[in-house]
């Protein structure tokens, strides 16, 4: 069961963002329980100090790490060996990296081999290569928004799936045209024979697509919302289920 996996929380502190170590612990909490927590780094360098102030707050154990040659990062490679040592034991479930390096990747990937969940939050300069190797992967602008006090005017939303006139940029028509082929892509792997697919099997597969997939980048909370917001690809219908409860179906516009 997602809500029992047991999971590991390895936070790269030279990486990673101390202020928003509550919302990144919300993320996490979603699909199991952090039963290790640690954050590594050189804990007598001044950037680790957002760190020090969170460590008795959120129980988490700080990882010593020198930097013994200037320009190498020393970290990553004993988050590494602290999480082989973790699923060869078979003590967690799962493990969480929070860091934006793409040196995890192959961390990541061997997670995924030990038939382990692996999840990541990071920056959206992420490398791709890191983001594709987890199960799930949260961009901490999402996150920032509740910092923000969910404010949805901060994240770049490109309203209607299909360009809009005027001042739309290129990077937001780009957006658009990736998240209506990765729509396409994810219908088609979950439509029924009656041409409809259910929301929640499309959003598992959109998350197999991506894991980085999250509506908060395209400016809405939940998956219902962002597809509400573009009736002109999408045709919404409820269906009562066998609880008495509305379950929603989807279904693409032919253009």
Known sequence: MEANRRLMLMIDGDNAQAALLPQMLAEVSKHGVMKIRRVYGDWGSPLLQ???DLLHTYALKPVQQFSYTSGKNATDIALIIDAMDFINT????????ISSDSDYTPLATRIREKSLFVMGIGRKQTPRAFVDACDVFVYTENLQLVTDGDRESGIPTPGKI???PGKASVEDATSRRRLKKLFRTAFDSTVQDDGWAHLGALGNSLRKLDPGFDPRTYGHKMLSQLVQANLDFFKIQKRENKNGNADIYVQLKKN
């Open 90 to 97: 078979a003590e967690v479930d799962g493990i969480c990296i």
């Open 162 to 164: 299909t360009a809009s």
């Open 50 to 52: 957002p760190w020090k």
